[in-house]
């Protein structure tokens, strides 16, 4: 699966997800009455848990620690898997106003219309980072 489709899939996953259950500012985080809230790469093994292909290889981004009962986020596995470098995987999910205009409370429609942004100039050969010019992605 194309780095591009693999964007648009989480965009489409997010619009989808009710507000409550996203927070740009977190990657994964249990909240009493709502459940597990994350950020938008947080959200990417639900986002592909029903494409067979991917499915498996999008499931280790998070993990379950010995003795924790809750799953974190694998930030290394999420850049293999995304086959993104750290610079385009920053520019997708992390909010920093100065890198993608994003701030922390950026709602999910934002970070969806963001990352198909993205995916457009991936798949036009114009992806560009802001204040990075062309790199490798």
Same mark, same amino acid.
Request: charged share 30%.
């Given at each position: 699966?194309?780095?591009? $489709?693999?964007?648009? $899939?989480?965009?489409?996953?997010?619009?989808?997800? #009710?507000?409550?259950?996203?927070?740009?500012?977190?990657?994964?985080? $249990?909240?009493?009455?709502?459940?597990?809230?994350?950020?938008?790469?947080?959200?990417? #093994?639900?986002?592909?848990?029903?494409t067979p292909e991917v499915a498996s290889e999008a499931a280790k981004v998070w993990f379950k620690p010995p003795g924790r009962r809750s799953h974190e986020f694998d930030e290394e596995q999420a850049?293999? =898997?995304?086959? =993104?470098?750290?610079?385009?995987?920053? *520019?997708? =999910?992390?909010?920093?106003?100065?890198?993608?205009?994003?701030?922390?409370?950026?709602?999910?429609?934002?970070? !969806?219309? *963001?990352?198909?942004?993205? !995916?457009?100039?991936?798949?036009?050969?114009?992806?560009?980072? *802001?204040?990075?010019?062309?790199?490798?992605?």
């Open positions: 699966m194309k780095k591009e $489709q693999k964007l648009r $899939q989480i965009a489409q996953y997010l619009r989808k997800l #009710p507000a409550k259950k996203f927070d740009f500012g977190t990657w994964m985080e $249990q909240k009493k009455g709502c459940g597990t809230v994350c950020c938008a790469a947080g959200w990417i #093994p639900k986002a592909f848990e029903k850049l293999k =898997f995304m086959n =993104f470098s750290k610079k385009l995987f920053d *520019h997708c =999910f992390i909010a920093d106003w100065s890198n993608n205009g994003l701030w922390a409370d950026a709602s999910k429609e934002e970070v !969806a219309e *963001h990352l198909e942004k993205v !995916a457009r100039d991936i798949k036009n050969g114009e992806w560009r980072g *802001h204040n990075y010019g062309t790199y490798g992605y």
